[in-house]
């Protein structure tokens, strides 16, 4: 089970932090992602870290502004953002990908989402 | 970066019949490429890996296939529960990207 909270309203030029927290499997052994969904469109990938956290990955729409991070001893994954846009307004959800460190980049399990809106 | 580019971007169909979506990368050759099923106000599901594996739990109706490429995603024999958007992704590289959807509607 993947849950995600952190989302809400925010003004452009803010921050937030989303957290997923991770049940069920062994959160170590795994790379973790966060996609995300504009209102009314399609899917975007974001970010992804691998099972250590010595990898971090990103879209170049949030190079430089999002920050992803993982504590396994916490079993969570973070998604630190900060700089926001208008156009990171989105459902952002978590997944776990079906390997450490995307040797098998797809997604196997996701939450449900939490809504970013970024809007003054 | 690799563009996935899906076609029909959506299609009609009724229940039994069989419908294939396809999508096509704009470089590389790879058989790294994954379906996945939304349905409205849900997260996606992963129905396909590897262009052509099924996921545990999935129906054998649904089947992928193709490499380098070209992709297809096919459902045989349409249940009341398949009408939803379907999305290819490639993981082949970063950053990895999705087809832009295929809505799937009754008929």
């Known amino acids: 089970k993947l849950l995600e909270s952190g989302g809400g309203l925010v003004q452009p030029g803010g921050s937030l932090r989303l957290a997923c927290a991770v049940s069920g499997f062994t959160f170590s052994s795994y790379a973790m992602t966060w996609v995300r969904q504009a209102p009314g469109k399609g899917l975007e990938w974001v970010s992804g870290i691998n099972d250590s956290g010595g990898y971090t990955y990103y879209a170049d729409s949030v190079k430089g502004r999002f920050t992803i991070s993982r504590d396994n001893s916490k079993n969570t994954v973070y998604l630190q953002m900060n700089s926001l846009r208008a156009e990171d307004t989105a459902i952002y959800f978590c997944a776990r990908v079906s390997s450490r460190n995307f040797e098998r980049g797809w997604f196997d399990s996701w939450g449900q989402g939490t809504l970013v809106t970024v809007s003054s | 970066d690799i563009q996935m580019t899906q076609s029909p971007s959506s299609v009609s169909a009724a229940v039994g019949d069989s419908v294939t979506i396809t999508c096509r990368a704009s470089?590389?050759?790879?058989?790294?490429v994954a379906w996945y099923q939304q349905k409205p106000g849900k997260a996606p599901k992963l129905l396909i890996y590897a262009a052509s594996n099924l996921e545990s739990g999935v129906p054998s109706r649904f089947s992928g296939s193709g490499a380098g490429t070209d992709f297809t995603l096919t459902i045989s024999s349409l249940q009341p529960e398949d009408f939803a958007t379907y999305y290819c992704?490639?993981?082949?590289?970063?950053?990895?990207?999705f087809g832009q959807g295929t809505r799937l509607e009754i008929k």
């Open positions: 470089q590389g050759r790879t058989s790294w």
């Open positions: 992704q490639q993981a082949k590289s970063f950053p990895l990207t």
